[in-house]
């Protein structure tokens, strides 16, 4: 039985104060939920204040990208023992803003995935289609290259570290969200790939959340699809009764 996760993407969204608020109003909604892993994903820049606000708590955290190199001259990047260091567990990669308007490629991200893996970090792999994409009919095979490229060179043993997040790019931040069906349809098609590349005992423990415009009226129908095993929630995680709400409703 594989436990839900549900994870906030902050974005570029809270200054340190307003994360701390945030934090301490999650803190106090969901303590003691234990049902389903929940994780917050702050900006870099407030991501020491809501560990030390964590400390003890039953919420993970971490980052909502990272850059694949050890260290270097690689100006405004962010390694991934400088994450480890705050004491993140976890770290977005290749969200579709990531891939847009910073022409992230399936390359880059199984770059950044395999340094993850490497520091000990579960990276929270998002996969997807465009709205053209869906309506000439690719999704199947966006998604296909997508979680191929992402996962590439991947062992057993490290797929069964990862999530992936399918999040249907038209969905996202557009109040348009994936129908039940819809998103168990490619929950399903991911979960059958997955057992291409590392079989099915694996691909049967690996989560894969929705995301893409969940709010607490639609998550308890997304999360009816039996292959779908949380959520990757942007909006919606930046107020403190709508996220915590989102979880309880994830439960099983
Ligand atoms: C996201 O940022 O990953 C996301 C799904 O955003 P939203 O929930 O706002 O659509």
């Not at 955290?61 to 260091?85: H, L, R």
């Not at 966006?142 to 969905?171: M, N």
């Not at 919606?236 to 309880?248: G, H, M, P, W």
Request: aromatic share 6%.
């Amino acid at each position: 039985m594989r436990k839900p996760i549900i994870a906030g993407n902050w974005k570029m969204y809270k200054t340190s104060g307003e994360a701390l608020e945030l934090v301490n109003g999650l803190k106090s909604e969901l303590k003691g939920e234990s049902a389903v892993d929940i994780v917050v994903c702050p900006p870099f820049t407030a991501i020491a204040k809501v560990a030390d606000a964590l400390k003890g708590s039953n919420i993970g955290y971490g980052a909502q990208d990272m850059y694949w190199e050890e260290e270097g001259a690689f100006t405004g990047e962010v390694a991934p023992k400088m994450i480890t260091d705050l004491g993140c567990g976890y770290c977005i990669i290749g969200h579709s803003e990531r891939r847009t308007y910073f022409h992230e490629t399936n390359d880059t991200v199984n770059k950044k995935v395999k340094a993850a893996l490497k520091h000990g970090l579960t990276p929270i792999v998002c996969v997807g289609e465009r709205l053209e994409e869906r309506d000439s009919g690719k999704t199947f095979d966006v998604v296909k290259d997508h979680v191929e490229g992402g996962l590439s060179g991947l062992t057993k043993e490290d797929a069964l570290k990862v999530v992936i997040a399918y999040e249907p790019v038209w969905a996202i931040g557009t109040g348009r969200t994936a129908t039940p069906e819809q998103a168990q349809e490619v929950h399903k098609y991911i979960r059958s790939l997955l057992g291409k590349m590392f079989g099915e005992e694996v691909s049967s423990k690996v989560r894969i959340q929705y995301g893409g415009s969940v709010k607490p009226d639609n998550v308890k129908a997304i999360m009816a699809g039996p292959d779908i095993d949380g959520a990757l929630v942007g909006g919606a995680s930046l107020n403190v009764k709508d996220f915590a709400e989102i979880v309880r409703q994830s439960k099983r």
